[in-house]
């Protein structure tokens, strides 16, 4: 299985800052990388997909980037709705495969 | 819009098989190929892809529970479905159907249910 490894598993930040998240994936996966945000008790939403493709409806500060194995996350200017759970997903082989989270956290 | 709704018992005894079955509503006329997926989440913990089927019955599944496993789909009620086998305690998570839309190669979980817990106890 393609492990896929998150950074951090939690950050703290304030309303307004630029966070970023990345992912590392134990193998080359091109870039087939998604991005999902999760709110407790919800089921997560897609946010980025093919690692920088921005999902239909989803607000233009959160945006993402990087191909093979190194791929970031960002939010551009945090808003209290944002914090949550980020999972990174790859889809390049069976199993797809999910990173541990990060969970953002209000400073 | 696509709306996905999970079913099915929430407790279930260990050893015995767990059933659930997504029941998909909305936009019939919505075009594209896509992937009838099952993802569970424990308590706490991260998402774990279970496996996957299209309309035409090509099933994936995760090796780790592949034994186990089987999904089907029934597009005559748009619905598909979900058992495992022989469950243990470490089956207890909340399930969750989720439609893999497959677009120009790339492949995402545009789509899910709300999720629905099922616990494996006696």
């Known amino acids: 299985d393609i492990q896929m490894t998150q950074s951090p598993s939690s950050l703290s930040a304030s309303v307004g800052d630029r966070v970023t998240i990345t992912c590392q994936a134990s193998l080359d996966i091109n870039n087939y990388l998604n991005w999902y945000q999760q709110k407790p008790g919800k089921a997560p939403n897609l946010l980025i997909y093919?690692?920088?493709n921005l999902e239909t409806g989803v607000p233009p500060r959160f945006s993402g980037s990087g191909s093979g194995t190194h791929f970031t996350f960002t939010i551009s200017s945090l808003q209290p709705e944002d914090f949550a759970t980020y999972y990174c997903q790859q889809y390049d082989n069976f199993p797809y495969t999910f990173g541990q989270g990060t969970k953002l956290e209000i400073k | 819009q696509v709306q996905l709704q999970e079913s099915g018992p929430g407790l279930v005894k260990p050893s015995q098989a767990l059933s659930l079955t997504c029941t998909v509503s909305g936009d019939s006329s919505s075009s594209g190929t896509y992937y009838w997926t099952w993802i569970r989440q424990p308590a706490g913990k991260g998402l774990e892809w279970i496996g996957r089927i299209h309309t035409n019955g090509v099933t994936a599944y995760n090796p780790s529970l592949k034994s186990r496993v089987t999904i089907s789909v029934d597009p005559s009620k748009n619905q598909f479905s979900l058992r495992v086998n022989s469950v243990t305690a470490a089956d207890t998570a909340v399930y969750y159907c989720?439609?893999?839309?497959?677009?120009?190669?790339?492949?995402?979980?545009?789509?899910w249910g709300q999720g629905t817990l099922v616990t494996v106890s006696s």
């Open positions: 989720a439609r893999d839309r497959a677009v120009a190669g790339t492949f995402s979980f545009d789509h």
């Open positions: 093919d690692a920088s």
